[in-house]
T-cell receptor, first 113, second 112 residues
Framework: GENVEQHPSTLSVQEGDSAVIKCTYS??????FPWYKQELGKRPQLIID?????GEKKDQRIAVTLNKTAKHFSLHITETQPEDSAVYFC????????????FGAGTILRVKS | EAQVTQNPRYLITVTGKKLTVTCSQN?????MSWYRQDPGLGLRQIYY???????DKGDVPEGYKVSRKEKRNFPLILESPSPNQTSLYFC???????????FGQGTRLTVV
């Protein structure tokens, strides 16, 4: 079936450094790529998303890039802060109408102060 | 306040005893789905619904049932729970499958 691979599974950075998480997807019809942040014991929440007609999107310290040819997309967090510590999930819509979201396995990000 | 509400938050049950986890949203969303979250496996979709009376299987539907009789409610039914269904379950709703999903607070289920 369709799948989304996410790397790395864990990432430790020093406060103030940048963090990059990468995902690849298999369905060439995927057109929606969200990123969710899940803090310990809480529900996942959307932090940024991108659609297939856009190559890059930024929102303050976070950005997402999409390479449709290579079928991969990445999350970039600059000037990391301790409150960025969480699990991050990428996802890709599957099917022409995007009826399903397939999630990556998640990345545990630890920001050391 | 716009929200997705799941109940119960925690549940311990025995193998074979039927249970239902309720999910309700107040955003008039068309699309609702259920996920299970297991360590190292991310969020895997169990079932989804594109509208009232329209449901379809996700990636891990075995052992689960759903119904969508009203737009706001999307209960998850385990007819005969087994220990391998011990997991953290999330309900989510959105305008469509490819728009922002709003998650409920989660239900931690333990089957012994």
């Amino acid at each position: 079936g369709e799948n989304v691979e996410q790397h790395p599974s864990t990432l430790s950075v020093q406060e103030g450094d940048s963090a990059v998480i990468k995902c690849t997807y298999s369905d060439s019809a995927s057109n929606y790529f969200p990123w969710y942040k899940q803090e310990l014991g809480k529900r996942p929440q959307l932090i940024i998303d991108i659609r297939s007609n856009v190559g890059e999107k930024k929102d303050q310290r976070i950005a997402v890039t999409l390479n449709k040819t290579a079928k991969h997309f990445s999350l970039h967090i600059t000037e990391t802060q301790p409150e960025d510590s969480a699990v991050y999930f990428c996802a890709a819509s599957i099917g022409g109408y995007g009826n399903k979201l397939v999630f990556g396995a998640g990345t545990i990000l630890r920001v050391k102060s | 306040e716009a929200q997705v509400t799941q109940n119960p938050r925690y549940l311990i049950t025995v193998t074979g005893k039927k249970l239902t986890v309720t999910c309700s949203q107040n955003m008039n969303h068309e699309y609702m789905s259920w996920y299970r979250q297991d360590p190292g496996l991310g969020l895997r979709q169990i079932y989804y619904s594109m509208n009232v009376e329209v449901t379809d299987k996700g990636d891990v539907p075995e052992g689960y049932k759903v119904s969508r009789k009203e737009k706001r409610n999307f209960p998850l039914i385990l007819e005969s729970p087994s220990p391998n269904q011990t997991s953290l379950y999330f309900c989510a709703s959105s305008w469509a499958g490819n728009t922002e999903a709003f998650f409920g607070q989660g239900t931690r289920l333990t089957v012994v």
